[in-house]
Structures are given as structure tokens and as C-alpha cells.
């Protein structure tokens, strides 16, 4: 993924994320267009443009709001908010942390390249049951 172009975006957008931390909804002004080259997975040959809302943190670096795991929505700016209908999302949110919270990664580095080598994934261990 590479970022080729920014623009000012013609309809601002707010982003709306959830911060599992503090167990809010954090709302970030989505005011900048970027065109994003994204690549085939399985033919890295292939490339796409995709034209995203990206938003600005304190550094001046961007971020693609949508790419991550906590986003929810983007809602106009004006529109008034109804957290009711985010309480399921919210939930579906907190199970996939915690899911990826049991996970390792183990990573092998060769040079400047990292690879993922396995997912460890913790389960429980298997009690024998009492045939009598």
C-alpha cells in the first residue's frame, strides 16, 4: 500500500473509532482525500487505486481510518449520532481484541525483511472425562 497523491477533500467526513482502552468512541475529522496503490495479494503485478478518506494525527502523519480494526462508520459532520446503534459493533469489536490479545506472532527477521513465520493461538487444555 503507498500513498501516491493528498487532496482536500470537497465533503469533510467524521470517523468514527472505538478506543477499547477507555471503552469510548473516539469521533477524527476525515478531511483529506489520498490516493492509495494497493496490490493484489496473490499477484503482487496487479495493483489498484483506490481514492480513501484519511484522517491526520498530532505528527502530521496520515492514516487510513477505514484500514483499521477499530474503525465503526464515517457520518457527516452535522448529523446528530445515535450511539444505540453502535452498542453491537462495539461488542463485535471487544471479541476480536481479546481474540487477537491470545495470539502470538512469531516472526523471523532476515536483514531488513520480517516474515511471519506461525500464529500461535493459546487454547485450553483438553481434560480427559470420567468414563464412570
Do not use: C, H
Request: hydrophobic share 35%; glycine share 4%.
Amino acid at each position: 500500500m503507498m500513498i501516491l497523491s493528498i487532496l482536500a477533500a470537497p465533503n469533510p467526513k467524521r470517523a468514527v473509532l472505538y478506543n477499547p482502552k477507555t471503552d469510548d468512541l473516539i469521533f477524527e475529522l476525515a478531511d483529506i482525500i489520498g490516493l492509495i496503490a494497493m496490490e493484489n495479494p496473490d499477484d503482487p503485478e496487479e495493483m489498484t487505486y483506490i481514492p480513501m478518506y484519511m484522517i491526520s494525527d498530532d505528527f502530521g502523519g496520515y492514516n487510513l481510518p477505514q484500514m483499521d480494526v477499530r474503525f465503526i462508520e464515517f457520518v457527516n459532520p452535522k448529523d446528530d449520532l445515535d450511539l444505540g446503534k453502535y452498542t453491537q459493533q462495539i461488542e463485535e469489536i471487544k471479541e476480536l481484541i481479546t481474540k487477537m490479545d491470545e495470539e502470538t506472532v512469531e516472526v523471523t527477521t532476515t536483514g531488513n525483511v520480517s516474515q511471519i513465520k506461525r500464529f500461535i493461538r493459546y487454547t485450553k487444555p483438553e481434560t480427559p472425562k470420567d468414563e464412570n
